[in-house]
């Protein structure tokens, strides 16, 4: 295992080559040379239509495609590969979800639990699939701190619950919801779990089968891999009842003029030429972090949140949503600076090279009702999100900005 320190920043060229404080990670990471080379050596030496040709080229294709597969499965523990579907991102994965999962399993009074804590990807896919079939919506509110009871999700449970949608850890809090226990409640009623994987899946050691997600979704774009590549897990029986999502090529085993017949799972969800550059990616980014394990990982993102949060408490005009706990934020820290709106107080950190985010970060619902526990009008906060290649003297530039801002705007 190698050691994790300061020097992985070498292996990334946009962050060795530019004078940035790249605290952006929550809405995508940069890539390292590995993965780059990866993707560059698939399409300069094995670039070919992958399961459509016996000739050289296309069987190293399909071997790629195939390989990055097995070794999605191994990532997050599934019980075989052919539990892996590939998509272009978490958000597709929830709307292949939706669609095939949801609109062939839910009927008129049905309910589905969504998390007031999701990502819009993992909330609007639920919302349509109750509008057409004439189910309910019924939303599972976190605590004031951002935390989630487990006693009023088993209230909210129900016979007439088929489906919950939760995130595993939240993109604007950084908490780790405890899926186990929540997935022990939900097989008790008989419905189906749907975990949002995104933000977790470079930051923690995830293990769909000892989780009990049904269904568990995530974006490579978000763990050091290409964008345009994503990953939907789903248990093998309930993929072998789901209908296709897309219709095309590569997805059938026959078809004549009066019959279709759907190839095996995953392949009846990957219609058309599929994409062996991202997958390649993929498979190169979860080995790059497999490289330095995920104990190191959390200690060094761990090290720095802890350093963020004692900065930031010394500045009482700062709201930190969450609380202000290293172990409740795990490399995400959103905040409210007192008098300034977050996308001015981004726009002063863009100005001085430090990268972070403004705005509901596609969590609109999250930002409405914690606000009512803060006392204020503001639906949107300022985010910093960080990664292994993040450094203290990073964080320490962003304390700087920070603590500059209000006498910046006169305040």
């Known amino acids: ?27 995508t ?64 994965s929830v709307n292949l979800i939706a669609y095939s999962y949801g609109m062939s399993q839910v009927n008129e009074g049905d309910e589905i639990i969504v998390s007031t804590a999701e990502h819009h990807s993992n909330l609007l ?93 995530f974006s490579g774009h978000k763990m050091y891999a290409p964008m345009g590549i994503g990953v939907m897990y789903g248990r093998k029986e309930l993929l072998e009842k789901m209908p296709p999502f897309l219709f095309g090529g590569e997805m059938i ?7 279709t017949t759907y190839a095996e799972v995953p392949h009846k969800f990957e219609a ?19 490289q330095y394990g995920f104990e190191q990982i959390v200690a060094r993102e761990n090290m720095l949140t802890s350093v963020a949060l004692d900065g930031m408490r010394e500045m009482p005009y700062v709201d930190i949503i969450g609380g202000d706990m290293v172990c409740n934020h795990h490399g995400i820290v959103a905040f409210r600076v007192e008098g300034v709106h977050p996308h001015d107080v981004a726009q002063v950190f863009a100005d001085a090279g430090v990268c972070v985010r403004a705005g509901h970060h596609c969590a609109e619902p999250l930002h409405r009702y914690l606000a009512q526990f ?7 906060s300022t985010r910093m999100s960080i990664a292994m290649y993040n450094t203290v003297s990073e964080v320490e530039r962003f304390l700087d900005v920070l603590s500059s801002i209000r006498g910046l705007m006169g305040l």
């Open 1 to 27: 295992m190698r050691e994790l320190d300061d020097k992985v920043r070498e292996v990334f060229p946009i962050i060795k080559n530019n004078d940035i404080a790249y605290l952006d990670n929550g809405a």
């Open 374 to 380: 803060a006392g204020t009008r503001i639906n949107s």
């Open 29 to 92: 990471t940069q890539k390292p040379e590995c993965v780059l080379n990866a993707v560059k050596k698939y399409y300069n030496e094995e670039n070919a239509n992958p399961m459509r040709g016996i000739y050289e080229l296309s069987v190293a294709a399909t071997d790629a495609y195939e390989n990055a597969r097995e070794a999605a499965a191994e990532f997050i523990n599934a019980g075989d590969a052919s539990e892996i579907v590939f998509t272009r991102n978490a958000s597709e």
């Open 253 to 259: 085993e026959s078809v004549t003029k009066e019959r």
């Open 272 to 290: 058309g030429t599929v994409n062996v550059g991202g997958a390649v990616g993929l498979h190169a980014a979860m080995d790059f972090i497999k």
């Open 125 to 217: 896919p639920w919302k349509h699939v109750a509008e057409v079939k004439k189910a309910k919506v019924v939303f599972y509110d976190p605590e004031p701190a951002g935390e989630f009871d487990i006693d009023k999700l088993s209230a909210l449970l129900s016979d007439k619950t088929k489906i919950v949608a939760i995130t595993q850890v939240s993109n604007v809090i950084g908490r780790i919801n405890d899926i186990k226990a929540i997935s022990k409640l939900v097989h008790e009623k008989g419905a189906v779990l749907v975990v949002d994987g995104a933000q977790a899946i470079a930051h923690i050691r995830v293990n769909v089968k000892d989780l009990g997600a049904d269904f568990y979704v």
